[in-house]
């Protein structure tokens, strides 16, 4: 329940986000986001800037960096594609690396199953899908693998939240120009209008950020690895459920069949993987 709880703050989170892309940007809404998640992780953590080398700050510096681009085309590719067609495509970042974790031969079929998930996304034909925002959501997958592989490096070198702290803040700092050159019109001048804006913007970073990753800390402590990666795995069919409901953003059929192929994938990858299906499915911002 907590697993689930958790996927369905982040959906909601990001349907927040999308109805306050006309003011704010999709840049604008990741600068915001990625600042008060900064901001409450600094708070909880208080990390110890001290005593740390070079390779430990190269790691944190990587994983900042990741994040930021990372929320940036996910937030890009939401304002082109439906939100579970853009966690479908987005998913295929942690899933690749789960099948590359696994080892095994039949680790094919569950990518061939994905494959055909990803082409029933586009009815048959990927025209009826926005081409840029494809691209935005391929090049998040991508940034989600490797914020996977540097939040482990940044997990090994900090003690608890503290890696995620400063990786956050190096996150939230390099959004910070992006954003304010998009959200800046829509946040001036300052006003009630602007605290609301604001307001609801640290409620998304809440949402998809804060409470997600409480709830997982909590759950690891009562589920194995194995079991948490599996309900992991269902983000593309809560995203396309939130998208419904929150967006009224319709799937055809097919787009179903595909969102379902690309679970049903990333079920069969992770349990393939054995123990290292963790490390390789579970987002830590």
Request: net charge positive; proline share 4%.
């Amino acid at each position: 329940m907590l697993v689930v709880a958790g996927l369905a703050c982040q959906e909601v989170g990001a349907s927040l986000a999308v109805l306050l892309f006309p003011q704010v940007g999709a840049l604008g809404m990741v600068m915001l986001r990625l600042v008060f998640s900064a901001l409450i992780l600094l708070a909880v953590s208080r990390p110890r800037v001290r005593g740390h080398d070079r390779a430990a700050w190269g790691a944190v510096m990587r994983l900042g960096l990741a994040l930021a681009v990372m929320n940036g085309l996910f937030y890009l590719a939401l304002e082109r594609l439906p939100l579970g067609v853009t966690v479908t495509i987005e998913v295929l970042g942690p899933l690749t690396l789960s099948i590359l974790a696994s080892r095994r031969a039949s680790a094919w079929l569950w990518a061939a199953l994905a494959l055909a998930g990803v082409v029933a996304l586009g009815g048959g034909g990927w025209d009826r899908l926005d081409l840029v925002g494809v691209l935005f959501a391929l090049g998040a997958a991508a940034m989600w693998a490797l914020y996977i592989l540097s939040s482990a490096r940044v997990g090994a070198a900090f003690p608890k939240l503290d890696g995620l702290a400063l990786a956050m803040t190096v996150g939230a700092l390099v959004s910070l120009p992006f954003g304010i050159a998009t959200a800046g019109p829509g946040l001036a001048p300052f006003g009630l209008h602007t605290l609301g804006l604001l307001g609801l913007g640290a409620a998304v970073a809440v949402l998809s950020s804060t409470l997600p990753y409480a709830f997982e800390l909590v759950a690891l402590r009562r589920l194995q690895a194995s079991a948490f990666a599996i309900l992991m795995s269902l983000a593309p069919a809560t995203a396309a459920l939130a998208g419904l409901v929150l967006l009224g953003q319709r799937l055809s059929a097919l787009e179903v069949v595909g969102v379902a192929l690309v679970v049903a994938a990333s079920i069969g990858a992770v349990r393939a993987a054995g123990r290292r299906a963790r490390d390789v499915t579970a987002p830590l911002g």
